[in-house]
């Protein structure tokens, strides 16, 4: 993702026999399991030589968890293979019942890999076709661990398309059926994603409950993943709501887990955390510095809305330096991805931004034109987070052109937005009902 706004992270657990790992949005392997060619020779010599179907396509499947973040162009090369000889093999009469639920379960895994990858490249609806594919057959297969994995990842693809009343169906059934299974690992996922929902819809108290209960669960499993990736988004809301030592603290201690595992992908989110930090104390080459670094990492992973994400973090600082023209290249190259991609949220955000930086230059209709469409766009997917920074921004631009009716309008209603957000909050009864985390601590994952 993409995200609250813009830099947070998501878990997209997914994978058969593997807990819930880190994505940034998306499940990811580590760099060690990358590096071991001579496994992935071994996985090639299999494919090559096997003699029976479920024995081949086991391995392509494997092949695919190697390599479906790094290279997300040959995984889906390789995942539409498996599903195409997975239903010829469906096809063959005398099936045992075994092969036949081995082979639904591979086709749901390759479906799922499949999604990954269109996630990555920031094709949002066929990410989501994918997943709701998965889930499908995960259900005709009996298994309602792969079933919540599917409805688990549908929630994060519904986040990034603003579609907020889907990400929180997904993301509850996902969490009630892990906890029926008593699957710890993916219950902190789904806690961790839950309150990264609430954070979002502007609920801080729901947020930290949440986000607290998955640091609890993965603290009890000894899961440095886990660990980091709650660390991240607890330093977050953190960031969020004003206390920025303690969200550089959490941030520091992610880079040392996720750089000790390897794991770039996350290492990218955490460069992209600290250099909000340093942006908003104003130490801006620092930040930048930081910045560039989350994108090699993106643009060498392919991760078209992780590259959205920083780039639009680099306008901002650039338009905070005063490069005015450096920073419309970077906020228009983001547009264009979250555009191609579906994610309306990105879109809303880089909106505002396009629209202070023509104000900036002195250009009142682009500026004028460029927020009113990131309140349109924020209205429309019903984020009070995006409304009220959109009419802010609206009043800030009339107040600086002297136009102090239309800023105090803007103003008084982006505080209406923000008092029904507390009063809601206020109001709201936190519906945490799983099993103590603390209880289930020993249990390995």
């Known amino acids: 993702m993409g995200p609250l706004p813009k830099h947070q992270t998501k878990v997209l657990p997914g994978i058969p026999g593997r807990p819930g790992v880190l994505l940034l949005l998306l499940l990811t392997c580590s760099a060690e399991m990358v590096a071991q060619s001579s496994a992935i020779d071994s996985i090639r010599r299999v494919i090559a030589t096997a003699k029976v179907d479920t024995t081949r396509l086991a391995a392509m499947i494997a092949l695919s968890e190697h390599i479906y973040t790094v290279d997300p162009d040959t995984n889906l090369i390789i995942c539409r293979d498996v599903l195409h000889r997975a239903d010829a093999a469906l096809k063959k009469s005398g099936l045992e019942p075994k092969e036949h639920s081995a082979l639904l379960r591979i086709q749901a895994t390759a479906v799922n890999n ?27 297969n009996g298994s309602a661990a792969g079933a919540a994995d599917a409805l688990n990842n549908q929630g994060i693809v519904y986040e990034a398309q603003g579609n907020h009343a889907e990400q929180r169906r997904c993301l509850f059934s996902a969490l009630h059926a892990y906890e029926r299974a008593k699957d710890q690992a993916n219950t902190g996922t789904a806690l961790n994603n839950i309150g990264n929902y609430f954070a979002a819809r502007g609920r801080p108290d729901s947020a930290l409950a949440y986000l607290d209960s998955s640091l609890k669960v993965f603290t009890g499993l000894k899961d440095q993943q886990g660990i980091a990736n709650s660390l991240l988004n607890i330093g977050r809301f953190f960031e969020e709501t004003g206390k920025p030592a303690e969200a550089l603290e959490r941030y520091l201690e992610c880079e040392r887990i996720y750089t000790e595992q390897g794991d770039d992908r996350s290492l990218a989110v955490c460069y992209n955390n600290i250099a909000s930090i340093y942006k908003d104390q104003g130490i801006l080459e620092e930040s ?4 560039h670094r989350a994108l090699d990492i993106h643009l060498e992973q392919g991760d078209k809305l992780g590259e959205a994400n920083v780039r639009m973090n680099i306008g901002t600082a650039l338009d905070d330096q005063g490069e005015l023209d450096m920073a419309l290249e970077e906020f228009d190259k983001s547009l264009a991805i979250y555009r191609g991609s579906g994610d309306r949220t990105g879109e809303a955000l880089i909106h505002g931004h396009i629209g202070n930086v023509w104000k900036n230059k002195g250009d009142r209709p682009k500026a004028l034109e460029h927020l009113h469409a990131s309140l349109a766009i924020s209205r429309g997917i019903d984020s009070p987070d995006e409304i009220s920074t ?6 800030h631009y009339h107040e600086d052109v002297g136009e102090f009716d239309s800023a105090l309008a803007h103003y008084e209603e982006c505080l209406a937005v923000e008092q029904r957000t507390l009063d809601k909050e206020s109001g709201s009864v936190h519906p945490i009902q799983h099993r103590r985390p603390e209880a289930e601590a020993g249990k390995s994952g």
């Not at 930048?288 to 910045?291: C, H, K, R, S, W």
């Not at 959109?390 to 009043?395: D, H, I, N, P, Q």
């Open 390 to 395: 959109a009419l802010y921004k609206l009043g």
């Open 288 to 291: 930048i510095g930081y910045l």
């Open 114 to 140: 499949m999604a990954v990858s269109h996630f990555i490249f920031g094709e949002l609806d066929s990410a989501l076709a994918c997943f709701q594919r998965a889930q499908a057959l995960h259900e005709v």
